[in-house]
């Protein structure tokens, strides 16, 4: 079992910077690839970024591709999302997900609340 909590989210103009966490519990945090995912308003749920357990390997989107880096710390069973140059369609809640790993949601069997990102001037 893990139990996920997101922070960091809030409100920031275009072109700006945020860093999401996820901090998890549970002893086997470092065995599950983490995911990012994101749903605005009206929208499905989609994917963002995924890294490995170890570190080593990670998957973006097309849409954040070379501006946000997934990373994780697994002696602080955290895993985090480090946002740059962001765009008003960046505008989401944003969720860390732990699981089997992959872009689907079907891969990630635990989901935290989700925090706020909002993306305006």
């Known amino acids: 079992q893990v139990q996920l909590g997101e922070s960091g989210g809030g409100l920031v103009q275009p072109g700006g910077s945020l860093r999401l966490s996820c901090a998890a519990s549970?002893?086997?945090?470092?065995?599950?690839?983490m995911g990012w995912f994101r749903q605005a308003p009206g929208k499905e749920r989609e994917f963002v970024a995924t890294?490995?357990?170890?570190?080593?390997?990670?998957n973006y989107a097309d849409s954040v591709k070379g501006r946000f880096t997934i990373s994780r710390d697994n002696a602080k069973k955290s895993v985090y999302l480090q946002m740059n140059s962001l765009k008003s369609e960046d505008t989401a809640v944003y969720y860390c997900a732990a699981g089997f790993g992959g872009t689907s949601q079907n891969g990630y069997a635990y989901w935290g609340q989700g925090t706020q990102v909002t993306v305006s001037s």
């Open positions: 890294i490995s357990p170890s570190g080593i390997t990670t």
């Open positions: 549970g002893r086997t945090f470092r065995n599950y690839p």
